[in-house]
Structure formats: C-alpha cells, structure tokens
C-alpha cells in the first residue's frame, strides 16, 4: 500500500486525537450524560402533616394500591400493612424465624411490587441474602404470609441489592462496594449490571470511569456511594438516588438513554470531596417513591449527622422520568421515609425519631401540570 506523507499525516493525528479521547474518556469520574437542574433550595410552598398515629419499631415506608407498607423491627410483626384511606391495621406479616414464610430480616430495599396471575406481588429480602415473592393479595385474604416463591439475588447482603425484572426474568444489579480483599481499604466504584437470573450474560452499564477524589478514610467510599433505587412499574426504567451526593440516575431498560440528574448549584463527582469528617457527610436523597408516571425524591437539608438534632425541613420534588423537575415543596415535619398513594395523592412520611407517621394532601401541586 503506497501512502503519501499526507495521508500518513492524518493517520497520526487521529490516532493522537483518539488516544487523548480515551484517556480523558477514563479520567472522568462520572461517565452517564448528565443533566443540569437549576433547582431551588428554599421553597416558598410548605405543608404541616397531620399524625396518624405511632408505630413502635418502624423503619421505613411505602405504599401500592392504598396501601400502606411499615416495615419495623418487630420479630412478631415485620411488616404491616395499613388502609391509605381509613389507617386502620390490615394484616400483620413476616413474621420472624426461619421458615419458607418466614424472615430473619426483612427488608423491601426496593419498594417493588408486580403482578403475577391477578395477584400483588411485593419483592422481600430476608437478610439480603434471599428474595421472596411475598403474595400480598392472598396475604391480606389470609391474615398470614404467604410467600409464592424464593430466589438468589445476584448480589448480596452489603454489597449491594438486586432489582427483579419479571417481564425479561432479569436481574438489574447495583454493586455499592467492591475490593479484592476485604481487608484492604482500597474501594473501587461501584458497578450497574443487567444478567440472567443466574448471574451470566452481564452487561455493565457505564457509569462511574473512577472513584472521586476522597479524604484518606475507609468510610467516605461507602458513604457517598449509598443510594436507593425503584423500578418504574412497566420495566422501562430504573432509578437510582444517592443519599449523599446530589444526583438521581435514570436507566432506560428499553434503550441506551440513561441520563444523572445533577443539582446545578452543588458538588459533582469530578471535584475533590473536601470534609475530612466522615459523621459530616451531606444528606442528599434518603429516600424516594415512584409511579407510572412520576418520581418523589426526599431531599434532606443538611448533613447526616445532624439531620434530626439540627430540626432541618427536608423537601420534596415531583419529577418526571423524563427528568424534568415538576414541583418542590418543602415539609412540615422532620421525615425520614416517604410514600406516596397515587389515588388520593396522599403523602405519607416517617419521622424515625418519634416513630411518627404524618399525611400530607399534595393533590393540588400536581394541577399545574397534570394534564385534564
């Protein structure tokens, strides 16, 4: 092949340009596109919640079909389930011990519920180490749980959590940690997966190029890459919310438009992490709620050491999966959990401290934008 000294020419600088590509391409942090959202931090909106009672033990929230879901650390009573309407005890379940329809630990670290034969389905974890279809309907019909079937997630335990796919008998998976040694204190980003039941056919989605640049201290991995993450009802997409950074990641299950929602006014992935205290970490996101249609993201004030002791109002958005911020508006009351009855657009939120619950009626934020 005979090349001129011009074409041999183009052929280094492409090769130049392309190799500076790559590195910068590795360098990065954060490797989704990302979108900006001018969000606003002082809400002129707020709304008082009205109690509806005290639940000794409970952990978290979250509700399907007016229903409302306490999970607790009671050993007689994991989860109870409550009318959205008249708050009245409908059924008591997971029961602790060691039985098909029993839980060591149970723990819903996805909130995910699907149907199966006309029956609600709600994904339980015992100790994170097994999931169980727990069969809600026949659930509430028998007074007792009633589990339909059980399964390994691909990721386990601390490591991480599994979203089950059943339209694609599919797992989504978040890695939070990962290290070649657990001894070691060197942590790598973590991972997002999509593979078979059993763990094979794996494809990682691109996400994290590095860890951020971090104080010298085992924990601050750990911290800032906590989240939780919700499955939209039909499949399409996934989110994931970071409890300390301000970023909400959107997967799209059906094609290749994943999008972080970044907080334009505060800190991304790229810069250096500059507190040295690892108790004074930011509280971003400790939890969120999804419908067909839309996100509730809780949006903490403050740090997380002195999230409840400094008295700090968090707020919430309501977004689109398009990733489009719709409505903030900043609560009443000190809350930890939410959940949201799409029905009477009812929120419902936790106050762990007091072991409180509050409703809230958000039925008006969404007429300016709900389409008639």
């Known amino acids: 092949m005979n090349w001129n000294i011009n074409t041999m020419k183009r052929l280094i600088l492409y090769s130049i340009i392309t190799v500076m590509f790559l590195s910068c391409k590795e360098d990065r942090a954060l490797l989704m596109p990302t979108k900006e959202l001018a969000l606003e931090m002082v809400c002129p909106d707020t709304i008082q919640g009205t109690s509806i009672g005290s639940f000794p033990g409970v952990q978290f929230i979250y509700s399907h079909d007016s229903l409302l879901f306490l999970e607790s650390t009671n050993p007689e009573c994991q989860l109870q389930v409550l009318s959205c309407n008249t708050h009245a005890s409908l059924a008591n379940l997971c029961t602790k011990g060691r039985a098909k329809n029993e839980f060591i630990r149970a723990t819903s670290y996805c909130n995910q519920f699907y149907e199966q034969n006309g029956h609600t389905m709600l994904i339980v974890c ?38 089950f796919l059943p339209g ?143 008295g700090l109002k968090p707020m919430v958005r309501i977004l689109n999966w398009d990733g489009d911020c719709l409505k903030s508006f900043t609560l009443g009351q000190v809350v930890s959990s939410i959940a949201f009855d799409e029905q009477s657009k009812q929120l419902f939120a936790l106050d762990r401290k007091s072991e409180e619950i509050f409703v809230y009626d958000i039925n008006r934020f969404f007429d300016s934008f709900i389409k008639p």
Do not use: W
């Open 168 to 310: 694609k008998e599919k797992f989504f998976n978040h890695y939070q940690l990962s290290y070649d040694n657990p001894a070691d204190e060197i942590y790598f980003p973590p991972r997002f997966t999509l593979t078979d039941m059993d763990g094979s056919n794996e494809y990682e989605y691109p996400v994290f190029g590095r860890l951020m640049t971090l104080p010298p201290h085992s924990s601050y991995p750990y911290f800032i890459y906590q989240g939780c993450m919700r499955i939209k009802p039909d499949e399409s997409k996934v989110a994931f919310a970071h409890f300390s950074m301000p970023y909400l990641f959107l997967f799209d299950m059906k094609g290749n438009k994943h999008v972080a929602l970044h907080n334009s006014e505060k800190m991304t992935f790229e810069d250096d992490y500059p507190n040295d205290d690892p108790t004074n970490i930011d509280a971003c996101i400790p939890d969120m709620c999804v419908t067909e249609d839309y996100i509730l993201a809780l949006c903490a004030n403050g740090k997380q050491n002195g999230y409840y002791s400094k």
């Open 126 to 163: 015992d100790e994170g180490n097994i999931m169980k279809s727990v069969d809600i309907t026949e659930s509430l019909r028998q007074k007792t749980t009633v589990v339909s079937n059980q399964f390994n997630p691909v990721v386990r335990s601390r490591r991480g959590f599994s979203i």
